[in-house]
C-alpha cells in the first residue's frame, strides 16, 4: 500500500422519509428540499478541499449529494450498489415504533443501532460490511490522496468499522445527515480525523 489515503466520507442530505422517521433502506427516496440545501452547504464547506476521486451510493439521495458537491468540478464520479444503505427487507417504509410493534420478539426489534439491527428478510451488519469491504478492497493501492464517499448511515458505520478494525468496538459514532467525518487510511489501519462535522448547516 502507497501513502495513507484520506476518506471524506459525507451522509446523503434528507429526505421525506427521514423526516418522518421511516427506514428507507433500498428505498429510493429523492432528497427534500431541506435535503438539497443540506447538500448545497456541504458542497460550499468543501469548495476549497482537493478531492482526487469520488465514490456514491447509487441510491438518489447519495447521488444527488454527491452530483451537488462535485459540481464544477472535474473529478469524475463512480457509483457503485455495495455502498448502498442496509436492505431492511420487512422494515422498509415503516417507522421504528411499527417495527417494534409489528415484531416485538425478533432479534434486533427492540434495538436502536445499526451493530444490532436483524430485519426481517433484509441485511444484518455483518452483510453490510462484507460489501462494504469487497468496495475498499478494490481501492488500493490507495494512490489518490482525498476520496469523496457519499453514502448512508449504515454503509458508513459498516466502512468506519472496516478502517478502524476492533477499536470502532469501543465507539459511539454517528453520522448526521449532510455530516462530513475524515478518516485517514494506510497499512497501518484508520484513524479519524474529524467526526460527524455539521457547522457548515447552522450557516445555510
Known sequence: MGQPVELLLVRHGLTAWNSSGRFQG???IPLSPDGL?????????????????AFSSDLARAASTATTILSGRS???????????FDF????????????????????????????YQP????????VRRRVRSWLDELAPYDRRRILV??????????????????????????SHASISRIEYSSRGGQILTLDETAHLSTR
Open 89 to 116: 427487507g420487512a422494515w422498509e417504509g415503516m417507522t421504528w415504533a411499527e417495527i417494534t410493534a409489528a415484531y416485538p420478539g425478533e432479534s434486533g426489534a427492540q434495538l436502536t443501532s445499526a451493530r444490532d
Open 150 to 175: 457519499v453514502a448512508h448511515a449504515g454503509t458508513l458505520h459498516a466502512l468506519a468499522a472496516e478502517l478502524l478494525g476492533e477499536h470502532f468496538h469501543t465507539l459511539a459514532l454517528r453520522f
Open 37 to 53: 440545501a443540506q447538500a448545497r452547504a456541504v458542497a460550499a464547506a468543501l469548495s476549497d478541499v482537493p478531492i482526487d476521486a
Open 26 to 28: 433500498r428505498s429510493d
Open 75 to 85: 473529478v469524475p464520479l463512480v457509483f457503485d450498489a455495495r455502498l448502498r444503505e
Open 120 to 127: 426481517r428478510d433484509g441485511e444484518n451488519f455483518s452483510d
